[in-house]
T-cell receptor, first 116, second 115 residues
Framework: KNQVEQSPQSLIILEGKNCTLQ??????????LRWYKQDTGRGPVSLTI?????NTKSNGRYTATLDADTKQSSLHITASQLSDSASYIC???????????????FGKGTKLSVKP | DGGITQSPKYLFRKEGQNVTLSCEQN?????MYWYRQDPGQGLRLIYY???????QKGDIAEGYSVSREKKESFPLTVTSAQKNPTAFYLC??????????????FGEGSRLTVL
């Protein structure tokens, strides 16, 4: 069964510190992997999109990595800010038999709290 | 500004009532989606539409209905047949449903509470 698992479930860090969020998936084959940021009570916003052939992609202080062999991705946040407090969601798009795009599979998210 | 507008932001419903959530986009996107988000769970796909006058069921379509009469609009009706409708509903759109790296743009969500 295609699944996307994220860890930790929640994380508290001090402002200015770095952190890394993990995403393990069993989706195979897959077309792309995405990370979204969702503020409380708001809609998710895209941070990065990586195809299966990409290893890393950055968006400001956010850097996503992808290891397609071990089926793992991570999102590294550098020099955290209070505004980074949000849920971070890992999403994988499967590649169906025949090559068509499958429906997105969402992880449950990691809730990050950045404290002053 | 271009974007996706969902309304209402908050909605209360009595058991047995149908309610309709609005979703409008001015991004000129072909594909639109409805997701449901519950605490501690990943987003689940309710319905999606890749073109006007056509839509498909997602993973949890039972108790919901949609229409796609205009490219810009994709309303979701939560019917009385939906057994547990209290949730956060998210509408999204993308350039094309089949785009390999088509980015998904979300609205701000509608929170439905059944009293």
């Amino acid at each position: 069964k295609n699944q996307v698992e994220q860890s930790p479930q929640s994380l508290i860090i001090l402002e200015g510190k770095n952190c890394t969020l993990q995403c393990n998936y069993t989706v195979s084959p897959f077309s792309n992997l995405r990370w979204y940021k969702q503020d409380t009570g708001r809609g998710p916003v895209s941070l990065t999109i990586m195809t299966f052939s990409e290893n890393t992609k950055s968006n400001g202080r956010y850097t996503a990595t992808l290891d397609a062999d071990t089926k793992q991705s991570s999102l590294h946040i550098t020099a955290s800010q209070l505004s980074d407090s949000a849920s971070y969601i890992c999403v994988v798009r499967p590649l169906n038999y025949g090559g068509s795009q499958g429906n997105l599979i969402f992880g449950k998210g990691t809730k990050l709290s950045v404290k002053p | 500004d271009g974007g996706i507008t969902q309304s209402p932001k908050y909605l209360f419903r009595k058991e047995g009532q149908n309610v309709t959530l609005s979703c409008e986009q001015n991004l000129n996107h072909d594909a639109m989606y409805w997701y449901r988000q519950d605490p501690g769970q990943g987003l689940r796909l309710i319905y999606y539409s890749q073109i006007v006058n056509d839509f498909q069921k997602g993973d949890i379509a039972e108790g919901y209905s949609v229409s796609r009469e205009k490219k810009e609009s994709f309303p979701l009706t939560v019917t009385s047949a939906q057994k547990n409708p209290t949730a956060f509903y998210l509408c999204a759109s993308s350039i094309g449903g089949g785009a390999r790296t088509g980015e998904l743009f979300f609205g701000e969500g509608s929170r439905l509470t059944v009293l």
